[in-house]
């Protein structure tokens, strides 16, 4: 495909998005129904797709539309890139500019939440929040998050893991948040079917997320409960610290399907659980990994900063507050209650823990601990707890 192509695919496939469809449905769907499209095609047309979606309201601007015409015609303006040869109307490209778009908007007269790519209502949210680093957190939200990979130490060291992944000519490199954290700096798609990963050496998970893990309290003897598994990232990752016990839950248990596959490729003895299966269990450590904004991890997950609204995030917040209750009891005494978002917003982080402690007097916040893009990771927040009576 030529790059005008591409542009024309990915102004088909935003449409779709943008009338409500998830784009993790609509991008391979759009694949399959397209099957000349080589695989470099897809790849360039889905970066166009989340390069759009992170820069919404900028592209917009820039593009004189918040269709997928403008978005694209935003893209191209903001990259530098000339337009009328993109936009050419040649066979497969997009039809050439009208007149009212051939006139290129300045996006320094646009508002700073239209330039910074941050939905008006969570503007003052942001700044109150972050302060001084508001804004630079929210450039950094624009930009496409780096892919991270997890060294599994129970099964190879950091060194060994970099020389493995280079013989599939992928080249990565350590990063500071994690000893455990690799940045893949050339073909992140080779990955999954490398050596290293078929193999259970390495799994694909944020820097400040293993950060996050290395900050929990765990050792040989520790019985270990992920009240809200998903995936089971954070669930390997402490298996790969040597935790004699580590029982995984979710409230929906289909969140946890691939868990054993994952688990038996990394060498993990993880114990799969409902919620009836808890019953009078109490773990040295309960972890609440709980569903939040995501506001720490939106580049890599663009269309929800869009799709939150002020009445999902106050739904979450309460959705937090029944789960901090619900695990609580899990916990022996002397023990560990882990809180972790993957948020940015106070009310999701110190507010809910502050407001915990003050409606339970048997605990006590022992430290907390944020973690922000401008680190080179996701953002994170963990709150570790003890249970004092």
Sequence with gaps: MTPAARIAAAIEILDTILTGEPVDKVVPNWGRANRYAGSGDRAAIRTHVFDALRCRRSFAWRGGAGTGRGLMI?????????????????????????????????????????????????????????GEHSSAILTALQTRAPVFLRVNTAKSDRDAVIEALAEHTIQTQPHALSPTALEVTENPRRVAASDAYTNGLVELQDAASQAVVDLLPVDAASRVLDFCAGGGGKSLGIAARGAAQIVAHDAIVARMKDLPQRAERAGAKIEIVETEDLSGREFDLVLCDVPCS??????????????????????????????????????????????????????????????????????????????????????????????VS
Excluded: M
Excluded at 77 to 95: E, I, T
């Design 74 to 130: 935003g893209l191209v303006r903001a990259q530098g890139l000339a337009v009328n040869d993109l936009f050419s109307g040649n066979k497969f490209a997009p039809s050439v500019l009208s007149a009212d778009e051939q006139e290129q908007p300045d996006i320094a007269q646009a508002p700073r939440a239209v330039q910074l790519d941050c939905p008006d209502w969570l503007e003052p949210r942001f700044d109150a929040d972050l």
């Design 294 to 387: 995501g506001s720490g991890s939106w580049r890599r997950n663009p269309e929800a900063k869009w799709a939150l609204s002020a009445d999902r995030l106050a739904e979450l917040t309460g959705l937090q507050r029944e789960i901090l209750r619900d695990a609580a009891p899990h916990t022996r005494l002397g023990g560990t209650l882990a809180y972790i978002t993957c948020s940015l917003f106070a009310e999701e982080n110190r507010a809910q823990i502050d407001g915990f402690v003050a409606r339970n007097k048997a605990w006590q916040l022992v430290s907390d601990h944020s973690f922000s893009p401008l680190q080179g990771g996701d953002g994170f927040y963990l709150a570790l707890l003890t249970r």
